[in-house]
């Protein structure tokens, strides 16, 4: 099987390249603009360009042939044009990621649809969202991509296209090495946990909301499944882990690799600051369902939570953020007012009760 991908030299793309050589797929060509420096199998072959130019390597892709193209960076309707346009006759297979932001839950979790909760879990055929543009910034030039990004529309048009035969990819939200997001500083408090705060204050409802991840290693091996099986063809996936933890699981989890000694406290709704309370209507929660590529693709989990966890905190600690800075002196203060107030008990000091002697 010759094999396309689009993109694939940053975080999850060298995932799914490795994958698929240790399947014993050796022919894989990967067009990109060779700005990223990135150890591949020798036999990984690479043509050189930018996507909104790709029409002028028509002639080289005609000469690949592949069996099937990977679209690892479509985000707008600019980025999924020119590929049905130059594949076109090339190749009848069509593999694109996608987000499981197009569900409609997600625009329930960020209050951009303000009906009823969406009934869990959430399976492939569960509804769309309503919203359009679900990044969109006012603040920011009208051709910034978070004003022209939507998944929505880029599946529709390589579903529907009569020339191709789609697998679209929905992926969860995904940690690991490479993150570019830093998943685990932004979402999951690991900068206090690595400065042994004696306490992580955390709004009640952003503590006990349930949210998919994925592991950048799981998460590859089931789009290597997708783009390797004909049965792919046509279909719409999910790739979730099975177990959905809440948030203060997944960072008591952190906090258990490094050994942190404090105690997470849950502060009822509306009593943190704006800047440590959570924008989201934490009563939905986004559980996903991988039921159909475990069942059609035999995807499974190749990486336990507890080895994934371990690879992605030593990354970061190799690679900390440089806008990381907290103010402690700040949570402190907020800490003795909310005991003062009563909003949480004067006992609540951050040490575990079994270390409390």
């Not at 240790?22 to 990223?36: A, C, E, N, P, V």
């Not at 035969?165 to 998943?183: C, I, K, S, W």
């Not at 190749?302 to 966890?309: E, H, R, T």
């Amino acid at each position: 099987m010759k094999i396309l991908i689009l993109g694939g030299t940053n975080f999850i793309g060298p995932y799914v390249v490795r994958h698929l050589h240790s399947m014993g797929y050796h022919d894989i060509t990967l067009f990109h603009r060779g700005k990223t420096e990135i150890v591949f199998p020798c036999s990984v072959k690479h043509i050189y360009g930018d996507k909104m130019h790709l029409e002028q390597h028509r002639e080289a892709f005609q000469t690949l042939s592949p069996d099937v193209v990977v679209d690892m960076i479509a985000y707008t309707e600019t980025d999924i044009v020119p590929v049905l346009h130059t594949f076109r006759g090339i190749t009848n297979r069509l593999v694109m990621i996608s987000s499981q932001d197009v569900y409609r839950v997600y625009g329930v979790v960020r209050q951009a649809d303000k009906g009823p909760l969406e009934p869990l879990p959430i399976s492939e055929d569960s509804a769309v969202r309503n919203n359009r543009y679900p990044y969109q910034d006012p603040t920011k030039d009208p051709n910034d991509w978070c004003n022209r990004y939507d998944k929505i529309p880029l599946e529709e048009m390589v579903m529907n296209d009569p020339y191709l035969t789609a697998t679209v990819v929905r992926l969860p939200a995904v940690y690991g090495p490479n993150d570019p997001q830093h998943r685990l500083f932004h979402y999951f408090k690991l900068k206090p946990l690595l400065d042994g705060r004696p306490v992580i204050l955390l709004d009640e409802g952003y503590s006990n909301w349930l949210w998919s991840h994925g592991y950048v290693e799981d998460v590859a091996y089931g789009l290597a499944l997708a783009i390797t099986n004909e049965r792919a063809a046509g279909r719409i996936y999910n790739i979730a882990e099975l177990q959905t933890r809440t948030m203060q699981d997944f960072i008591q989890a952190i906090g258990d690799e490094l050994n942190w000694q404090g105690e997470i406290i849950q502060v009822p709704t509306g009593h943190l600051p704006d800047e440590l309370g959570i924008p989201l209507r934490t009563e939905q929660n986004i559980i996903v369902e991988s039921k159909r590529i475990r069942e059609e693709l035999g995807y499974r989990e190749v990486c336990s939570f507890k080895d994934g966890l371990k690879k992605t905190i030593h990354w970061e600690l190799a690679h900390l953020p440089e806008e990381i800075g907290l103010d402690y002196d700040k949570d402190d203060a907020l800490l003795i007012k909310l005991r003062e107030a009563g909003v949480i008990c004067k006992d609540q000091d951050g040490v575990p009760p079994a270390k409390r002697g």
